[in-house]
């Protein structure tokens, strides 16, 4: 038994996976390895692991099918993309599937084995103390990781879900994209700021009538405002 659960990795380039296993061994983590898609997808259902790291590029099927079929499924389990091609494509593509992080290789394997940590700390969720927030029709409870509008239920991913939660907890103020990536995803901004433009894309589609409340400051970042 390991401390931390299990992750699944699934990969086809050997040595990219076998680094993998030695960092994320070392940090603690169980390690599963396929490298198939199918045999991934597979696993996934199988293992159900604490977070997956999904090459794009597989045999038999791509790591943004799988993530499709998981979602599908109602299974929002943290997934990290690893890619090769150096695309605004893959990348918006996985991340509107319900991934929630991405990697461009070559990429050290610290700063996953660093990313998925934060994923999964996110899906945790705060203490139970912290307070049920309202914005006009929009409910977040971080203690039981829900949301709502007008009663009705919100499906997030842990990205989306804690994006929204630093957003409403100082509705008004405006945050730029780079304090967002810093709050919510836990590293510097270096590692691109369009990834919080897609997941504020992606929230805003969830929220429905409610999406003017995520409002954009052009030049700047985003602000809750009802």
Not at 14 to 26: E, G, H, K, N, T
Not at 32 to 50: C, I, K, S, T
């Amino acid at each position: 038994m390991t401390q931390k659960g299990l992750v699944l990795v699934v990969e086809d380039e050997r040595p990219i996976a076998d680094l993998l296993r030695l960092y994320l061994s070392r940090d603690g983590f169980g390690v599963h390895v396929e490298h198939d898609g199918a045999a991934g997808l597979a696993a996934a259902r199988r293992m159900r692991p604490v977070a997956c790291v999904l090459d794009i590029a597989l045999p038999s099927m791509e790591g943004t099918e799988i993530c499709r079929r998981l979602r599908e499924d109602g299974d929002w389990t943290p997934v990290v993309f690893l890619t090769a091609r150096d695309d605004e494509v893959d990348r918006i593509l996985g991340l509107e599937l319900g991934g929630d992080d991405y990697m461009t290789k070559p990429f050290s394997p610290r700063e996953l084995v660093a990313r998925v940590r934060a994923l999964l700390r996110r899906a945790a969720g705060p203490g139970e103390g912290e307070r049920v927030r309202t914005l006009g029709p929009l409910t977040l409870d971080p203690a039981r990781r829900s949301a709502g509008v007008d009663g009705r239920p919100l499906v997030l991913t842990p990205t989306e879900f804690d994006l929204l939660g630093h957003l409403l907890r100082r509705p008004g103020r405006v945050f730029t994209r780079e304090e967002l990536l810093a709050a919510v995803w836990g590293y510097a901004s270096h590692a691109g700021t369009r990834t919080v433009d897609v997941h504020v894309a992606q929230l805003r589609a969830k929220l429905g009538d409610a999406a003017g409340l995520i409002r954009t400051v052009r030049g700047v970042g985003y602000t809750a405002d009802a």
